[in-house]
């Protein structure tokens, strides 16, 4: 267990990141702003099992996150897998796996997520995130509008100058159920795999929470607890507020 210890906690305090950009696994609580959820959960209960302390570092996308773990400031990471952060860090088998499709306004002309790749169509998305990557490699013909956050281009979105956002199914859901006049289309654009990194190279460590994630999968905690945020909306609520001038004025196209 000693190089496990070494791998996962080498300060002897469990560091794990999380990004509030993904609502599903872990969302900010309103008043002190700390980390809460899925991610938090699994961290608790790693570190439990672990005898060790751990604290939550959180962060507003996943550009930040990956630039942070590139520092040494985290020793894992709740993450999206895919091929380019794959080169970057280890990924542990996924322990969910979630859909991803668009949030579109209910007199839109889509029906399904292969509808939207048409010319002159503006598909918000998160800056630097998975989504900005995938829809770079599969649209032909729809334009890519990259924000900040997930909470800006539901902004842009509110503001009539985007025709979809996308994003994965449960917070679109959420977010169109507290919003008449809008609705997420049927199908999906990518399945994508939510899993923990660690720096790369860190075996004892991945191997262990390689059987950490399977047992907890097996337990139906992480079901669960992904039905019950989705059920929820939890984490969603920023989304509905007001559209800010200001942040009108940071649109950034690719």
């Not at 302390?53 to 990471?77: H, S």
């Not at 091929?83 to 322990?95: G, I, K, L, M």
């Not at 800006?152 to 994965?168: H, K, M, N, P, T």
């Not at 191997?207 to 939890?234: D, H, M, P, W």
Request: hydrophobic fraction near 45%.
């Amino acid at each position: 267990m000693q190089a496990v210890f070494r791998d996962l906690a080498p300060s002897s305090t469990l560091r794990a990141a999380v990004n509030f950009g993904n609502s599903v696994v872990v969302q900010r609580d309103a008043a002190p702003g700390e980390p809460r959820g899925l991610a938090v959960d699994l961290t608790a209960e790693l570190a439990s099992r672990l005898s060790m302390p751990y604290v939550m570092l959180g962060f507003d996308n996943t550009k930040q996150t990956l630039a942070a773990g590139a520092e040494g400031a985290w020793d894992l990471a709740f993450l999206a897998v895919d091929s380019p952060r794959a080169e970057r860090v280890d990924f542990t088998t996924p322990y969910a796996v979630l859909e991803s499709t668009y949030l579109v306004r209910d007199d839109s002309p889509f029906r399904s997520v292969i509808d939207v790749d048409r010319a002159g169509v503006r598909v918000a998305v998160v800056q630097g995130g998975f989504y900005e990557r995938h829809l770079t490699r599969t649209l032909k013909d729809a334009q890519l509008v990259c924000m900040p956050s997930a909470k800006e281009a539901l902004q842009f979105f509110q503001s009539g100058r985007i025709d979809a956002v996308a994003g994965l199914q449960p917070p679109l859901a959420a977010y169109a159920r507290a919003h008449p006049g809008v609705h997420v289309i049927e199908g999906r654009f990518a399945a994508v795999k939510q899993a923990i990194a660690l720096p790369k190279g860190r075996s004892a460590g991945l191997r262990y929470l390689n059987t950490f994630v399977e047992q907890i999968k097996s337990s139906g905690r992480i079901s669960e607890a992904l039905q019950r945020a989705c059920e929820s909306g939890a984490g969603y609520g920023p989304f509905s507020e007001p559209v800010a001038q200001s942040g009108l004025d940071t649109l950034q196209s690719s």
